[in-house]
């Protein structure tokens, strides 16, 4: 297909006055990022692309706790605050805080700044029309909740904001990126049978994922019972107990429910991964972890995970912070030769897509067909033969869909550009090669930079 010419940032920072209202910024726009790691940075990358169409100045955003995350870390702990701020100097005027004049009229509190509501998905132009008038009016606007509350169609200078964003100015905090660092040259030491190359997979097999599923296992009533409790606790009164079973029947069938550690393995195996391919594996609390993990571990005896690269000191300032925990995991996954995901989500949407980014499109991602490899995984007469025929298949098709590249048309995109990023941030690839700027990751040293060059087959 063609691929869009790239177009030079500093043209297409000077387009942004095309949607400046106003000659001066015409106030403050406030906005919390509610959720996990990845959703979190969605809801970043909209608020930067959301000042651009307001010309507003960006408030650092707050981060909402979350009664399934538990984690209250801030803004600066996750990300470089500091260099979030200064790469978008030029594009987004970004602060830390309200200036004092302004939140003391809210007695220093900015929940007492009334919020606006944002309809899901709303147009650039909903934007100029019904919040900038607002804005003008007040000085400060707070838009909660703001989860998915820009259109992925959006005008191309308005698009760059989330490419610089996301690609540039989200950089891990130097906590995060200094063990996530060793992390990887850890696993590249221990893949040296597979000169320095690894398999990452993204597995959610946690109870919080099992219970919220309301997929049935191999733990009887004992299980049934525990994950009711569990569900009760974190999600009162969602699920109806009395039609847990045939939820349960119909979503393994549909291919919804979390893959075991057994059934990654069994189908990793069937793609023709030997036992000497080393493994990472990135994952939350895995549920009951040494009765399911045991097979897999058995199949790939070079099974790695974050807690068994790092020493306990190296985790303790980590524990407790979920968030933290993931971005150690997103950057390992992030040079793996190939990434597999298991169950879809924001991780995988947000890792795919940076992988496409950072290798130009040549970054192998394995996404399994769950509806059919549920079927054959229970079908007790298949011989391994055909079982791997069918996963030789099901990894051409995988290959397939990665290779293909959503038709972008001006003004017309409807694909996420999180998780197919180019055409339209291609041009930072070419600024950055033009200027001969290490486009990978600002923190990674020349080993990790070596490893760019070593993927071979297309997304």
């Known amino acids: ?31 919390e990022a ?12 909209n608020a930067v692309a959301v000042a651009g169409i307001l010309n507003a100045v960006l408030v650092i955003p707050s981060f909402g706790y979350n009664s399934v995350w538990k984690d209250p870390s801030e803004f600066r702990d996750i990300y470089d605050e500091d260099h979030f701020i200064a790469t978008l100097e030029g594009y987004v005027k970004v ?15 900015i929940t007492n700044i009334p919020h606006l509501r944002v309809e899901a998905w709303a147009p650039a132009k909903h934007y100029l029309g019904e919040v900038y008038p607002v804005l003008q009016e007040q000085g400060v606007i707070r838009i909660a909740p703001f989860a998915n509350r ?3 169609n959006v005008p191309s200078h308005i698009q760059l904001l989330r490419c610089i964003t996301n690609y540039r100015a989200l950089r891990f905090s130097a906590p995060i990126t200094t063990l996530a660092q060793k992390l990887v040259n850890r696993m590249i030491e221990r893949s040296s049978m597979t000169g320095g190359k690894y398999v990452s997979v993204h597995l959610r097999f946690e109870e919080d994922m099992v219970a919220f599923s309301s997929c049935l296992y191999d733990g009887g009533d004992a299980e049934k019972s525990e994950m009711h409790s569990f569900r009760e606790k974190g999600w009162k009164g969602k699920f109806k ?28 195996r069937g793609m023709g991964f030997g036992s000497n391919t080393s493994i990472y594996l990135a994952s939350g609390k895995i549920y009951k972890g040494e009765q399911h993990l045991a097979p897999l571990l058995k199949m790939f005896p070079l099974l790695y995970t974050k807690e068994s690269l790092a020493t306990s000191d190296e985790l303790a300032p980590f524990q407790g912070y979920s968030s933290r925990l993931a971005a150690l995991d997103y ?7 190939v ?13 795919m897509g940076h992988r496409r980014f950072l290798f130009n499109g040549h970054a192998k991602t394995i996404r399994p067909d769950k509806r059919m490899l549920v079927g054959l995984l229970e079908n007790m007469t298949i011989s391994w033969k055909d079982f791997k025929d069918d996963m030789d298949a099901m990894l051409l098709e995988s290959d397939r869909k990665g290779m293909m590249i959503p038709r972008v048309r001006k003004f017309n995109r409807k694909n996420s550009i999180y998780a197919f990023p ?30 760019r060059g070593r993927v071979p087959v297309s997304d």
């Open 331 to 337: 950057t390992v996954c992030l040079f793996s030769e």
């Open 1 to 31: 297909m063609k691929v869009q010419k790239p177009c030079p940032v500093l043209a297409a920072r000077r387009r942004l006055g095309s949607v400046e209202v106003s000659s001066g910024p015409a106030g403050y726009l406030i906005v």
């Open 241 to 268: 107990r009395k039609d847990l079973d045939f939820v349960a029947g119909r979503n393994r069938i549909d291919g919804k429910c979390p893959l075991t550690p057994l059934e990654v393995g069994m189908m990793l």
């Open 339 to 351: 990434f597999v995901t298991t169950h879809g989500g924001n991780f995988p949407h947000f890792l």
């Open 422 to 451: 180019l055409p339209e941030c291609d041009c930072l690839q070419s600024h950055d090669s033009s200027r001969g700027i290490n486009h990978t990751l600002d923190v990674l040293d020349p080993q990790l930079e070596a490893t």
């Open 150 to 152: 820009l259109a992925m």
């Open 34 to 45: 509610n959720g996990g790691l990845n959703q979190q940075r969605s809801a970043i990358c």
């Open 95 to 109: 602060v830390a805080e309200l200036p004092d004049e302004l939140i003391s009229k809210y007695d220093h509190n």
